[in-house]
């Protein structure tokens, strides 16, 4: 497989969140715990633009990525946006150890390639306070599914594993949000709390 660096020099485009699905998982979000949000970490932000999402919606943002070529283009459309409220930092999420204090901890469309699944959700949990949300947006596989794509596994996770693990690690595992568009959109949005 190739690295991360080799992939985003191929400048991959990645979409943004719809700011619609956004505003209202953040009203969830504020529902559910009734505080007033100021930072979400963006765990694995390579160069999509959710980390302006955030940002323009009044958030100091920090955003984790392996990759340096992706946070260097990442820096690149900071200049060119004079965003001031974004801090990004190289880190591997199988190893990170660095507590980071935050309201919101968001990883979308990157868990499934997190090799040590165990650290990472463990970290998070370490960081998180009461108060804290973590926000884990992956593609999924269901058992006795065929799926027409062969690299489907690849780029999911499996869903029922997927809730045992969290479980283990976190006291609230919600499904918030499906989404079975396409073969290759299947997705699930979990709300996390510790």
């Not at 199988?94 to 970290?123: M, P």
Request: aromatic share 14%; net charge neutral.
């Amino acid at each position: 497989m190739r690295s991360w660096d080799e992939i985003f020099e191929t400048n991959p485009k990645y979409k943004p969140l719809n700011d619609i699905f956004l505003l209202r998982l953040l009203s969830k979000v504020k529902q559910e715990s009734n505080a007033a949000f100021k930072k979400i970490v963006d765990l694995g932000c390579g160069t999509a633009d959710t980390v302006f999402q955030f940002a323009r919606l009044g958030f100091s943002v920090e955003g984790i990525d392996v990759s340096s070529v992706a946070l260097k283009k990442l820096k690149e459309k900071l200049v060119s946006k004079e965003t001031k409220n974004i801090n990004l930092r190289h880190g591997d999420l199988n190893v990170f150890s660095e507590k980071i204090e935050a309201d919101i901890y968001f990883c979308s469309f990157v868990y499934a390639f997190i090799e040590n699944k165990e650290h990472f959700l463990k970290y998070v949990s370490d960081c998180m306070t009461q108060r804290s949300v973590f926000i884990l947006i992956t593609p999924v596989t269901y058992k006795n599914i065929s799926y027409l794509e062969t690299d489907k596994p690849n780029i999911a996770v499996d869903f029922e594993a997927t809730k045992n693990i969290l479980s283990k690690y976190f006291s609230s595992v919600e499904e918030y949000h499906h989404d079975y568009v396409g073969v290759r959109e299947d997705y699930v949005t979990f709300f996390i709390k510790k």
